[in-house]
C-alpha cells in the first residue's frame, strides 16, 4: 500500500495508519518518525490530509451543535410568544413543542458525535504536545492572563 516515494516502507507503513498519532509518543521514541516525517513527502501529505480531516470532524459537529441549540432556542421562543398570544390553536403549540424536543435531540447527538471524534482523533495529543513547544516565559504569561 505503500507509494514508492515513501524513503522508509518500514516507518511509512507504520504512519499510513489512519489513527496513527505519534504526539502521544516520548520524543525520545519518535525521533525516527520525526526524521521520516521531514524526510518524505508522500507521508507527510498523508498524514497531513489525516488531521485536516480530523479538523473537519470535529469543525462540522461544532457547527451541528450550533444550529441544533440555535434552533431549540428558537423554537422554545416561538413557543413563548404563542402562548402569550391566546389566537392560535394548541396544535400549532404541539408542534412547536414536538420540533424543539427534535432540535434538542439533534443537539444531545451532536454533542455525543463530536466526543467520540474528539475522543478517537489524535488532536487532544497534538494540543498538549503544541502547548509544550511554547517557550516557558510566553507560557507563563498565558496563564497569567488566563486566571
Known sequence: MNAPNCTDPLIGNI?????YDISSLSPAMRTDYDQHL????QCSRR???ARTI????LTVTSLSMFAFLLAAAVLHRVETLVH?????HLHHTSITISLEAAAIAGLVISLLLWI???ISTPIPGMVSDAIERIPPQIR???????A
Open 116 to 118: 467520540l471524534v474528539a
Open 84 to 88: 402569550l398570544s391566546n389566537s392560535v
Open 47 to 49: 498524514q497531513h490530509l
Open 54 to 57: 480530523d479538523v473537519l470532524l
Open 15 to 19: 504512519l499510513a495508519g489512519w489513527r
Open 140 to 146: 507563563d504569561r498565558i496563564m497569567k492572563h488566563a
Open 38 to 41: 521531514d524526510e518524505c513527502a
